[in-house]
């Protein structure tokens, strides 16, 4: 499987631990890809019965193609499991993902007569609302081969199980596992019927809280850490804390401030560059670094995917930083070691959101 980012084929971060008969894939994600519609700029949030202008807008495959593109950007080999609609924006979402990003899209469906899913997503404020309109995409043929993978990317939902995790962790993977919204209230971990199953566990500091019944992600961290071997908690643009159970290292590392324009994916950005570190065998204290840095750097761009950056991006940024010197200079000074130094000077060429689709030469 290629990729068309030279950057990621010039920079593997898994280099040096690969060896004749490992997986195919780095990692493996299923889930439904969005059309996102992004509006920037806005003063304020929707007003009823008004009309309310965006000075920014931009398209780009969403949903669970913000992590494939996060993985893909830094590198790792990743295959998705998805349904296309048999539309213009399916051609769309398809054609960025795969000839654009390098995903592999083997394990696919295209079905005709089923429409893409759609978001609007309007950032304002630092905070963002979301429009979405789907139907349930068919299911996956009975006969799909679960394709071998060093990892797993997985959204828990309360009182489901689902297979193929199970199936994956049996072959070996590690699985990292996010969690949405309990719309219940109840918040019961037991009912996460996969975590067992699971590597690592992410939530967000509101999500951890509720189910630890703690009162700081600090706390809810050490509590997490109790269910699975790998425990992290984020905390949005304050940075993130983590837990590994198998030695019992803590870890706690600041955000990375910057002038965010759209937090859509940031989320699964910091997912991608923790599991990075993870995969990479990096210290614990380095992998939170690395994915609060990968998650700021995309809240600079809008539209989810497309914002994620590659290392060229990490590489202009950590040139600038180095040249400042101070705390960060200190805090990331393990990427020396990982960067080539002619990364630095490199123009970025990673797509970006546009405001359209399908130009025509008229």
Request: aromatic share 8%; glycine share 10%.
């Amino acid at each position: 499987m290629g990729t068309s980012s030279a950057v990621a084929d010039t920079l593997d971060p898994l280099a040096d631990i690969r060896a004749s008969g490992d997986p195919d894939f780095d990692v493996y994600l299923t889930g439904t890809v969005f059309l996102d519609i992004i509006f920037t700029g806005m003063d304020h949030a929707p007003i009823r019965g008004t009309e309310n202008w965006a000075r920014g807008m931009g398209l780009s495959p969403g949903g669970i193609a913000n992590m494939a593109t996060a993985l893909a950007r830094l590198g790792l080999r990743t295959t998705l499991a998805t349904t296309f609609g048999a539309d213009l924006y399916g051609d769309y979402c398809q054609e960025t993902l795969a000839e654009h990003e390098g995903v592999d899209l083997t394990p696919t469906q295209r079905v005709a007569g089923w429409h893409s899913p759609v978001t609007v997503s309007m950032a304002y404020e630092g905070e963002r609302t979301m429009v979405t309109h789907e139907h349930p995409a068919p299911p996956a043929p009975a006969d799909c081969v679960l394709p071998r993978s060093r990892a797993g990317v997985a959204s828990l939902e309360p009182g489901r199980a689902q297979d193929w995790i199970r199936n994956a962790a049996q072959q070996g993977s590690k699985i990292f596992a996010d969690v949405g919204w309990d719309d219940s209230g109840r918040w019961d971990p037991a009912a996460l019927l996969d975590l067992e199953h699971c590597h690592a566990f992410l939530p967000n500091a509101t999500e951890a809280q509720h189910y630890t019944r703690t009162d700081s992600p600090e706390a809810a961290v050490r509590k997490l850490a109790e269910l699975v071997p790998l425990a992290v908690v984020t905390k949005g643009p304050d940075g993130a804390v983590a837990v590994d159970a198998a030695t019992g290292e803590y870890a706690s590392v600041p955000g990375v401030a910057v002038e965010p324009l759209d937090p859509t994916g940031a989320g699964d950005v910091f997912v991608a560059g923790f599991m990075t570190g993870t995969l990479a065998g990096w210290p614990l204290a380095d992998r939170l670094a690395f994915a609060n840095l990968t998650a700021a750097l995309s809240v600079e761009h809008f539209g989810g995917s497309l914002a994620a950056p590659g290392w060229t991006e990490v590489a202009a940024w950590w040139t600038a930083a180095r040249a400042r010197g101070g705390d960060l200079a200190k805090r990331y000074a393990f990427l020396n070691d990982l960067l080539p130094a002619e990364l630095g000077g490199c123009p970025s060429t990673r797509p970006r959101a546009v405001p359209t689709i399908g130009f025509r030469d008229r």
